[in-house]
């Protein structure tokens, strides 16, 4: 009984691993397809935080941004995110 759960633990242990290795790449790629995509910076995804920044500096980008929004562009965007997900 003793080995069963030794064994049990174990490949518990390497699953754990294998998944936590498998999300990490997967994370890296959608950060890395993001950067390429410039959804923050297009989108002003990136909210100030901190004392050096003042909200009400950030607020004329912020809204030429909303004001720019174009939903083909970013419908276009998640496809190309969609397809570089895939491979």
Known sequence: MK???ERALAN??????????????AQKKVDDV???LEFTTHL?????????YVI????P???QAIGAYD???????LEVLADSLDD
């Open 71 to 77: 939903p083909d562009w970013f419908r276009k965007q």
């Open 3 to 5: 080995q069963s759960v």
């Open 34 to 36: 993001m950067m390429k």
């Open 56 to 59: 009400a500096e950030q607020l």
């Open 61 to 63: 980008q912020s809204l």
């Open 44 to 52: 002003r995804l990136t909210l100030p935080a901190g004392d050096e």
């Open 12 to 25: 518990l242990k390497v699953f754990n691993a294998w998944r936590d290795r498998k999300r990490a790449t």
